[in-house]
């Protein structure tokens, strides 16, 4: 009778460890969907609004900043706040329907020599 116990105790347990596993493999699915606490920190990356898109980057393209803090630095990308004001004011030109050559001679009439790099 020992023999019959051990055999039908067996397959018991095997049925709860199956029924275990497959509860932790449904728990582990649904934490995993919202994964864990650390990763739930967002890491942003912060554009700047006043970039040009690259279908408009023509307008300012070969041109340096302006501004004697940044002597080097291109217009497209540079991050000092006359580079930004003049990005945003040729924004601000394309969407009232400026023409692209027209903003650009506009800001080589403006700025001249400012513009370009040394060579």
Request: charged residues 15%.
């Amino acid at each position: 009778m020992n023999t019959a116990t051990k055999a039908s105790s067996g397959p018991n347990s095997y049925l709860v460890l199956v029924l275990a596993a497959l509860i932790g493999i449904i728990g582990g699915y649904f934490v995993g969907l919202q994964g864990p606490i650390a990763a739930q920190v967002a890491t942003r990356t912060v554009v700047d609004p006043t970039l040009l898109t690259p279908v408009d980057e023509y307008i300012i393209a070969g041109f340096r900043c302006p501004s004697p803090a940044c002597p080097s630095c291109e217009l497209k990308s540079c991050e000092c706040d006359q580079a930004k004001n003049i990005r945003s004011k040729v924004q601000q030109e394309l969407g009232q329907g400026k023409n692209g050559t027209e903003i650009r001679t506009d800001l080589m009439a403006q700025y001249g020599d400012q513009l370009k790099f040394s060579q």
